[in-house]
Structures are given as structure tokens and as C-alpha cells.
């Protein structure tokens, strides 16, 4: 039980970001605020090894994903504020799910 507590702390950054997408319409905002909370969220739940490169690779690896998902039309956003096909904030939210699945796997393999 301890375990499933601890990924849950880890998440509440990612639940935050999610509902955020509700109520602001202005993607740079959700944007900014979005990288505040990443930040604040590394700082809080303390930075582990590599949780940089897991960032780094999911902001290049699901903007690339998502640029061919749109692309093909298997997804569709009514925000198109990065590219002109996704909205600016995804990058970001995915890239702290990295970091956040990171985080859970190191919990369970502890």
C-alpha cells in the first residue's frame, strides 16, 4: 500500500496538468504553467538519476508520435498551436509522464 501511495504522489503533478486543460483556453499560458509545475515537481519530489533524459526523451519522442498520429488523423486536437496540428502543452505533459512512469517503476522495483 505504501507503494501505490508514493506513485500516487508522483502523479498528482500529471492529474493537475490534465485538469488544467479544462479550464485554461490559452495554450502559451497552460504552457507556462505546465513548466512551472514541472519544475516545481522535480524540485518537490526529488530529482532522481536521469530524470532529465527521461524529460528529454519523451518531449522528442511523443511530439514526434503525436506529429505522425495527427498526421495520419488517428488523433484529432482543436488546438493546433505547435505545428499548426497539436497544442503547445502536450510536449510537456507527456514529457513529465516519462519522468512520472520513471518514477513509478523505480517504486516498484524498491
Known amino acids: 500500500m505504501w507503494k501505490l501511495y508514493q506513485i500516487f504522489l508522483r502523479m498528482i503533478p500529471v492529474f ?5 486543460i479544462l479550464f485554461i483556453a490559452d495554450d502559451s499560458l497552460l504552457t507556462k ?3 512551472v509545475i ?3 515537481s522535480l524540485i518537490i519530489l526529488r530529482r532522481n538519476r536521469n530524470d532529465l533524459v ?6 522528442f519522442l511523443m511530439t514526434g508520435f503525436e506529429y505522425l498520429f495527427i498526421s495520419t488523423g488517428v488523433e484529432v ?3 493546433h498551436t505547435l505545428f499548426g ?3 503547445l502543452w502536450l510536449p510537456l505533459l507527456w514529457a513529465y509522464g516519462f519522468v512520472a512512469i520513471k518514477h513509478a517503476a523505480e517504486i516498484l522495483d524498491a
Open 33 to 35: 504553467i505546465d513548466a
Open 85 to 87: 496540428v497539436m497544442p
Open 77 to 79: 486536437f482543436r488546438r
Open 38 to 40: 514541472i519544475l516545481i
Open 16 to 20: 493537475i496538468m490534465v485538469a488544467l
Open 54 to 59: 527521461a524529460f528529454i526523451t519523451g518531449l
